[in-house]
């Protein structure tokens, strides 16, 4: 939910239900503390506001030994981080097909003058674990420096196991890294960067994280530290290794983005105070309500749950493919316009093919069901064939 705004048709009263996968909704707490005065850059509040924010990602990432190193840049900005510091033009990385986020971390290192070698993508399905060991294995001169791997993909609505990546990286006996994008997924769903030997971790804030777009962060483990001080390329304001400083302006090569930074520290103590534990099953039980709404919708035919196996579908976001001739963009403005619930379309070649629902972050039960009820409102008024009974299921998937 956010303020109440002026629409197409006027201005509609109480708050807008914002259920994309990001931006999500901010808490009131994260808002307030980031409503507060700037402080001087020697004031010993801001390296405490710093030093607390590094402690609660580390928790949160299930890391005792990786640096957190934050950016003043959403989460394109940490994947940069993470290229240039690990691969020089013309070195080579290995992306694991798992949906249009993965294609664009890919097509992102390209731009970098990286290479960017991909398994494909399943469509609906996670990333496949055994494709990553036969590249690796076929890469017999080494050159593949880093694996990418998407752990929740926001563009498919899958959730990886990164754990299994792993695996199948040390069944190849390949030394490349291990990189994990949990932009998406950290707050959600249970992540263990040293558990499951993860080199890299890379977040952002405006998805479980309940903050405004603009922080971003990596973790980075003494390997992937040291492979980038081996790695010759020029850069400087991504560098890891100046940025690993006990001097806050160092950190941030820069001014700290201190208002973002006490949001982050506010939304990571509302996350302490609920509990890890029952935030990621309240993400499951607000996940498991939304699938059985979208799977009453779907026995009228004109939709379908785009990610088949339960197993492989994230907490984080349902994604819906739409049959063609079905005009979903409308749907989209119908239910921001007039039913003041904004969710996301289709991303890369889903785009008018696909809308996608947020459930991550800020979002309890009551919040899921008005949103599936506008929603449903919306695919009514655009005549959009529909099975009945999509917030019963919800709400019985909530006691299940
Ligand atoms: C949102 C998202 C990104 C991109 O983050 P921005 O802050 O929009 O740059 C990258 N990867 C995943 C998995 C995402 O969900």
């Not at 190193?69 to 900005?77: F, I, V």
């Amino acid at each position: 939910m956010k303020d109440s705004l002026t629409t197409e048709r006027g201005f509609l009263a109480g708050p807008q239900f914002l259920h994309t996968p990001g931006p999500t909704h901010v808490p009131d707490a994260v808002r307030e503390a980031m409503a507060r005065q700037c402080m001087d850059l020697s004031d010993p509040r801001l390296a405490t506001l710093i030093a607390d924010c590094e402690r609660g990602l580390a928790r949160l990432l299930g890391t005792g030994q990786a640096d957190v190193l934050m950016y003043a840049a959403n989460g394109h900005g940490a994947w940069e981080a993470t290229i240039v510091n690990l691969a020089a033009p013309g070195a080579r990385v290995l992306v694991a097909g798992s949906g249009h986020f993965a294609e664009a971390w890919a097509v992102h290192a390209e731009a970098l003058g990286v290479e960017a070698l991909r398994t494909p993508a399943r469509p609906g399905q996670a990333l496949d674990p055994a494709l990553v060991e036969a590249a690796l294995r076929a890469d017999t001169e080494r050159r593949i420096v880093a694996v990418f791997a998407v752990h929740t993909d926001t563009a498919s609505g899958v959730t990886s196991d990164i754990a299994a990546v792993r695996r199948a990286m040390d069944a190849s006996g390949h030394p490349a890294l291990l990189v994990a994008d949990v932009i998406a997924s950290l707050g959600a769903t249970p992540f263990r960067m040293d558990e499951w030997g993860v080199n890299v971790a890379i977040g952002a804030s405006q998805k479980a994280l309940m903050g405004p777009p603009g922080l971003s962060f990596t973790a980075v483990d003494a390997r992937a530290l040291q492979v980038a001080r081996d790695n010759p390329a020029p850069r400087a304001y991504w560098d890891w290794n100046k940025r690993k400083s006990d001097l806050l302006y160092r950190k941030f090569c820069g001014t700290p983005p201190q208002g973002l930074l006490a949001g982050l520290r506010a939304a990571l103590g509302l996350i302490a105070a609920e509990g890890e534990d029952a935030v990621f099953a309240r993400h499951r039980r607000v996940a498991a309500a939304v699938h059985a709404a979208v799977d009453a919708w779907s026995r009228a035919g004109a939709l379908a749950l785009f990610v088949a196996d339960p197993a492989a579908r994230a907490v984080s976001v349902t994604t819906i493919a739409v049959q063609p001739g079905v005009d979903i963009e409308a749907m989209r403005t119908v239910a921001r316009e007039r039913f003041h619930v904004a969710v996301a379309g289709g991303l890369g070649p889903y785009a008018g093919r696909m809308f996608r629902i947020g459930h991550l972050g800020d979002v309890h039960p009551a919040m899921a069901l008005g949103a599936l009820a506008g929603v449903e409102a919306a695919l009514r008024a655009c005549g959009i064939a529909i099975g009945d009974g999509a917030l019963s299921r919800a709400i019985e998937a909530l006691d299940g």
